[in-house]
């Protein structure tokens, strides 16, 4: 640092003559005065002490130099800093020279641009006294450097509101006028600063600055132009704010730099503050008015800078929230200059006009003025590497497709369908939702959703999704397909059905609502249902219903429609079967489960050891398939038999004939025996006698290793479906086929349903011992006859043909089977202590006298036990009898 000269003094001197020498007496100074003394300092540390001096001349050059040295790098403020140069410059911003003042001033202005120095200043709370340096008396450059001060410390929100507090914002908004430029710059860009919080737009709006801001827009400096129009961007979010600057032609103000090129560096803060404008009706309608609309529209559709394309698309954006503002762009033609916008090389320009149609998808007339040109720029986009950009464009076709079958038709023509399953996998959430939604738009519509294929396997991943928008989106996807059968499959294949279960969980109530619309909607086979319930679906759903504030109008509909189509888990829980719950083969009856408990699958059930529990009735009619794929194949293996080319080549009648027996019956008629004579030894030693686990008692041990070669010689998709079949196959049950086709012959030729319903009753009884009488009930040893049976197939799972002495509810089961088979409508009904009865819908005979009356159909319960046949009225004292233990 280059030395301060503190005070100028005179030494003595002595003046020589020719010839003779002269005196001259010089008068000494007093004692108690300090002689002038000139210092020359390179330390700044120095300087920093001399801060503390008590003469002013030293203060006032100390801090000259200091500024000159802060000036040149930010080091330099650290130093200054570090040294301690702050508090000593706090006192003297304060001081009562003139010169010291503005001197000290000058060097807070330029260090507060330091953080670490802000920080000191905020401790110190200098703030007060640096808005008292803009006081009118001060000189211009003190309001220089102390606006430059306050704009440096406005940055942090703790100052803004110190400087709110503390009346700062009236003296700045007055300097806005100040005659020189920095002033106005540095004002300026402080309130800028303030204005970021609510309550200093307000007061700058009470305060009346927005007459002085309209006037800073003139400057010919741009830089005051562009802190003008920054902090216009700010305060006029406000509507009150707007209103002002409407009355004071501040539009005309923005229209005549956005109409001035050499300006083209203040167009996008001029179009910031026009888009806020434009939220107003009543601006709206005044610039279409004046031609400025159509001015604006042209400015964005012939500029060529990417900046302000994409900030006119998000002025377009913000008008079009408005309903009326919607109504006056669309009369304009908006929806070519967005098309237009859509195809600019900018990805800002793209995704802003992709927001803006958005927004304009609520004018019913524009949505179908996009369907043409602006539907397949769109599905273009999903392709766009850019992800806002491809999020975009997902929204808006999400918005154009909704409520609107021929959009969402225009996308299929445009071949959107693959890149909208693409973007199932994308990185937004926001990109996956909007395609989803896209996707159920489309599903609407049978032929649009017949014709997508992979969406199930694709919507697995945004199911497994953390956001909720996301899940919800996914789970209502699954619930537009889950109607068609191929996709249900392909949802289970694909591992779908657990994440979708997970979300019957979700705390949001979106999310667990359409979670259960779209398990109502994949229960509506039996696969899926059952394959449901093993993922815990039954008992989330049960949960769910028994709170108030987490079901909703689809978990009542979901546990249902679950229970619909497992009607084994269903019989076991509810204890009912209606009408129109048709008993299929593989429907087994387990007893009655208390709520919550998981029932075991059949073939869990199957491979249980034998034990004291009640034995599960099994219902399977089906014959074995017989078939020519691969299926053919896998079902020999199970059954222990290779398929040879000669075999395959039987006529369907002989395979069809040849599939009749069972496996069981197979090997007993190989051996010489009856069914009936079959023994304890014949019977496999683990597990049920379905089972193919001891394959040495089904084929010989030189088969082996043939049919071990053939299997691997498959392809490995074919091995792996004919491993999956070799597990394991629900038993035959020849004699309840039998069953079926007797009493078809004997009920169907039948003219009326009553008549039909008793002989049915007659036939049940007759297959299960028979009527019994009500006093000997306790002797028709029904339980020895069953345990008999489940000893002799080493089995918990009874085929229910296989019952010739059965009770109330193998009768009543029985009864259902065949009713359901032959067209007979009837309902099963599970009562206590083993009781089970059927319910049928019978019309009484009109009275006597009177023809051509209908009556409406009364239920009556079936006598299959005492009375076989009869029919007793729900509710009369006979029927309560029968039902009684």
Known sequence: MKSCLVRKFLT?????????????????????????????????????????????????????????????????????LSLGAVEPLFKLVSHEDPLVRRNAIMVFGIMASNNDVRKLLRELDVTNSVIARLAPEEDIVVH?????????????????????????????????????????????????????????????????AIPALLELLKSEYPVVQLLALKTFGIISNDRETRIILRENQGLDHLFKILETKEFNDLHVEALAVVANCLEDVDTMQLLQQTGGLKKLLSFAEMSTIPDIQKNAAKAITKAAYDPENRKILHEEEIEKCLITLLGTDSDGAKAAASQAISAMCENLASKDAFRIQGIPQLVQLLSSENEEVKEAAAIALANLTTASPNNASAVAEAEGIEPLINVLSAK?????????????????????????????????????????????????????????????????????????VKLLHSKNDEVRRNACWAVMVCASDELTAVELCRLGALDILEEINLSTGRKNNFSEGALDKLLDNNLSQKYSQMGYLSSSNIITDGFYDYGQVKPGVKLLSLEELSIQELNDHRAIILV????????????????????????????????????????????????????????????????????????????????????KPKEEEEL????????????????????????????????????????????????????????????????????????????????????NVVPIGKIKKGTFYHRALLFKVIADRIGIGCSLVRGEYGRAWNEVKLVDDSPQGITGLLLPPQTYIVDLMYQPGCLMKQGSAEADHYLRI
């Not at 410390?153 to 914002?169: D, N």
């Not at 989106?473 to 996709?487: E, S």
């Not at 039998?738 to 012959?745: E, F």
């Open 12 to 80: 003595s001197s002595k003046n020589c003559g020719m010839g003779k020498k002269v005196k001259k007496e010089v008068e000494p100074p007093p004692k108690d005065v300090f002689d002038p003394l000139s210092i020359e300092s390179k330390k700044a540390a120095t300087v920093v002490l001399m801060l503390n001096s008590p003469e002013e001349e030293v203060l006032a050059k100390a801090c000259d130099a200091i500024y000159k040295f802060a000036s040149k790098g930010d080091e330099n403020k650290v130093t200054l």
């Open 144 to 208: 220089e450097f102390a606006s430059l001060c306050l704009a440096h410390m406005a940055v942090e929100y703790t100052s803004k509101v110190q400087i709110f507090e503390q009346g700062g914002l009236e003296p700045l908004i007055r300097l806005l006028s100040s005659p020189d430029p920095d002033v106005k710059k540095n004002s300026v860009e402080c309130i800028y600063h303030l204005v970021q919080d609510f309550q200093s737009r307000a007061a700058v709006r009470e305060l009346n």
């Open 428 to 500: 937004r959430d926001g990109t996956v939702a909007n395609a989803a939604t896209v996707l159920t738009n489309m599903a609407t519509q049978e032929p649009l959703r017949l014709s997508i294929h992979g969406v199930m396997n694709a919507i697995v991943e945004p199911l497994q999704s953390t956001n909720s928008l996301v899940q919800s989106k996914a789970t209502l996807t699954v619930a537009a397909f889950g109607c068609d059968a191929d996709a249900r499959t392909e949802l289970r294949n694909a591992s779908g059905l657990e994440p979708l």
């Open 620 to 703: 399977n009619a089906k014959l074995p398939e017989a078939s020519l794929s691969a299926e053919d194949k896998s079902q020999d293996l199970y059954y222990g038999r290779t398929t040879s080319s000669s075999s395959i080549r039987k006529s369907s009648k002989e395979r069809a004939s040849s599939a009749v027996v069972s496996p069981v019956e197979e090997k007993q008629e190989s051996s010489g025996r009856s069914p009936s004579s079959l023994s304890k030894s014949s019977t496999r030693e683990k597990g049920s006698r379905y089972y193919n686990l001891d394959k040495g008692k089904e084929k010989k041990e030189e088969d």
């Open 712 to 795: 691997q010689t498959m392809p490995k998709v074919q091995q792996e479906v004919i491993l999956e079949k070799l597990l394991w196959l629900p038993p035959f049950d020849s004699i309840l086929l039998d069953y079926i086709i007797d009493a078809s012959k004997i009920i169907l030729p039948l003219t009326t349903t009553k008549e039909q319903v008793i002989a049915l009753a007659l036939f049940v009884a007759d297959k299960m011992g028979g009527p019994i009488e009500r006093d000997k009930l306790h002797e028709f040893s029904w339980e020895l006859h069953i345990s008999e049976i489940e000893f002799e197939l080493k089995c």
